[in-house]
């Protein structure tokens, strides 16, 4: 099929997920939206994916969806019937479902780029290949761009923050070298337990000025717990917006994360990210770019459960201390 995607009017992204897996698809997203400058772009995503792409500056109208399990309720009928009364000239699907590619067929647009899964998918205009677990998450979603026709880099340029947030950053967390540390995740299956919490904190006190704990409202009682351990922690959960939380990780010169939004945030605006792994996903895949990933291999792996069904959560609990101490030093001196 020959589409001028320069002449669309109107282009529909489909991405129903969360913060992370939101700033995952936002440099498709941005290409996208340079290809067809003079189109009006939508946006299918949840709040906090909403969130994090309307702080990076993404020209686009959104509507937002309840989760990835959006078709079980009302929006399964709502959603398409909106979509198609828009009339959109592109739909492009950045979320591998096979509901997600089968629901993209009933959005109305007269163009569809999607994710193929087995026979699903396959009929369409623009079909992309699976994601592969070997690599990134991003340069998965940018494969789906590059299926529409155009040529698709993979480099990212940082995202750049405004001064005016980057001043408020540094009052947030004065004078001094700033570490961001994030040891909660949406998934229990992805949070540190409390003591390994702990003994990662006390690395990074040991090797920081001051140290950023970061985090959702969802996560003040346990950053409350971590955040008396030291006058010189920073307890910033559930105090800052997606734009405010940007500009704070665009100002401290490493962040300590687990599986989560903020490893993802952090590499969008160049900072450099410790990950620290459990044992749901491939890291290859969902670790951020570039980052320094530690792990505990354990045979269950990959799960990926929303809580982790051994005793003692060996694959967080036996983290390797010492490795992410060296992580942290090597990432500090680059």
């Known amino acids: 099929?020959?589409?001028?995607?320069?002449k669309a009017r109107r282009i529909l992204v489909h991405k129903p997920d969360r913060g992370g897996d939101a700033l995952c698809a936002a440099p498709a997203i941005a290409r996208l939206a340079g290809a067809a400058p003079e189109a009006e772009l939508w946006i299918a995503t949840t709040r906090s994916g909403a969130a994090f792409l309307r702080a990076l500056n993404i020209t686009a109208r959104f509507r937002e969806l309840s989760g990835p399990a959006w078709w079980k309720g009302v929006e399964a009928f709502t959603y398409p019937t909106w979509a198609r009364s828009m009339r959109f000239d592109l739909a492009v699907n950045l979320r591998y479902d096979f509901r997600d590619i089968a629901a993209t067929r009933l959005l109305g647009a007269r163009a569809v780029a999607t994710y193929t899964h087995k026979n699903w998918g396959r009929s369409a205009q623009f079909p992309a290949p699976s994601p592969r677990e070997d690599r990134s998450e991003i340069e998965n979603h940018l494969e789906v761009a590059a299926a529409i026709g155009f040529p698709v880099g993979h480099d990212v340029a940082p995202w750049a923050a405004p001064e005016s947030a980057l001043h408020e950053a540094r009052e947030k967390l004065g004078a001094g070298r700033a570490t961001a540390f994030h040891p909660f995740a949406g998934t229990p299956a992805k949070t540190l337990p409390d003591e390994t919490a702990r003994r990662v904190l006390e690395i990074l006190l040991d090797t920081s000025d001051r140290v950023a704990l970061i985090g959702g409202p969802e996560s003040q009682a346990a950053a409350a717990r971590l955040a008396e351990?030291?006058?010189?922690?920073?307890?910033?959960?559930?105090?800052?917006?997606?734009?405010?939380?940007?500009?704070?990780?665009a100002v401290c010169r490493l962040l300590v994360s687990t599986d989560s939004a903020p490893g993802h945030a952090a590499r969008a605006v160049g900072t450099p990210v410790v990950s620290l792994m459990s044992g749901t996903n491939e890291p290859a895949r969902w670790a951020p770019r570039g980052a320094r990933v530690v792990r505990h291999a354990v045979a269950c792996a990959p799960?990926?459960?929303?809580r982790c069904r051994v005793a003692g959560h060996p694959c967080l609990a036996d983290l390797p201390v010492d490795a992410v101490g060296a992580a942290v030093a090597e990432a500090m001196i680059r």
Request: aromatic share 4%.
């Open 1 to 6: 099929m020959t589409f001028a995607i320069e």
């Open 229 to 249: 351990t030291d006058g010189r922690v920073v307890n910033l959960v559930g105090r800052t917006s997606a734009a405010e939380l940007l500009a704070v990780l």
């Open 303 to 306: 799960c990926h459960a929303e």
